[in-house]
């Protein structure tokens, strides 16, 4: 089963936009990672931020966690058109060595 | 650095037929995950080995079955397939407990 929802399931923007996704989840967690997937293929991982830190960034992403609302928000600022894909959000559990349970995912969409 | 690499990229075979995916770890990983995500959906973990021992489970049923070989490559086994089977099945690469996951570009299975 899914650990959690990514909203929205879709966005649309335009280039030079900022694109904001948001994630909840359900249990602890000792990290949460997000991932991006180009047209159905593999899966690129964009950033890990661990249960102690509030924030965390890495180049054109923003990367947020609450504890306490068991949710997290990925930023990409200034896209560009070949930020189109679909991005998921993963997180790993205590003690379950390496297994991520993802989200639903959100399909960006950038366009010119 | 070689790559995930996983084989073949598209299969299409028929109910109650088996299958058999390969993927060889990025150098130098000892930990191979096996994921499985359906058309829309995130990927889901089926299971992990690590040195050549399963290292957890999935909610999978025993059709799904897997090894892992010295070189740290593994195979995943799916035995009287069903229709549901159809989706992308993505393998990733680790180091240990390391949590950064390198994922292949999938392979595409339809179940006819």
């Known amino acids: 089963s899914q650990q959690g929802e990514e909203d929205p399931q879709a966005l649309s923007i335009q280039e030079g936009e900022n694109a904001t996704m948001n994630c909840s989840y359900k249990?602890?967690?000792?990290?949460l990672q997000w991932y991006r997937q180009n047209s159905g293929r593999g899966l690129v991982h964009l950033i890990l931020?661990?249960?102690?830190?509030r924030e965390k960034h890495s180049g054109r992403l923003r990367v947020t966690l609450d504890t306490s609302k068991k949710s997290s928000s990925l930023l990409i600022t200034a896209s560009r058109a070949a930020d189109t894909a679909s991005y998921f959000c993963?997180?790993?559990?205590?003690?379950?060595?390496?297994?991520?349970?993802f989200g639903t995912g959100t399909r960006l969409q950038v366009t010119l | 650095e070689t790559g995930v690499t996983q084989s073949p990229t598209h299969l299409i075979k028929t109910r109650g037929q088996q299958v058999t995916l390969r993927c060889s770890s990025q150098?130098?990983?000892?930990?191979v995950s096996w994921y499985q995500q359906a058309l829309g959906q995130g990927p889901q973990f089926i299971f992990q080995?690590?040195?050549?021992?399963?290292?957890g489970r999935g909610n999978f049923p025993p059709r799904f079955s897997g090894l892992q070989f010295p070189n740290y490559s593994s195979e995943l086994n799916v035995n009287a397939l069903e229709l549901d089977d159809s989706a992308l099945y993505l393998c990733?690469?680790?180091?240990?407990?390391?949590?950064?996951?390198?994922f292949g570009p999938g392979t595409r299975l339809t179940v006819l």
């Open positions: 990733a690469s680790s180091l240990g407990d390391s949590y950064e996951q390198f």
């Open positions: 993963a997180t790993l559990f205590t003690g379950t060595a390496s297994k991520l349970t």
């Open positions: 931020i661990r249960s102690n830190e």
């Open positions: 249990t602890s967690i000792n990290n």
């Open positions: 150098s130098g990983h000892n930990t």
């Open positions: 080995y690590y040195r050549e021992e399963e290292n």
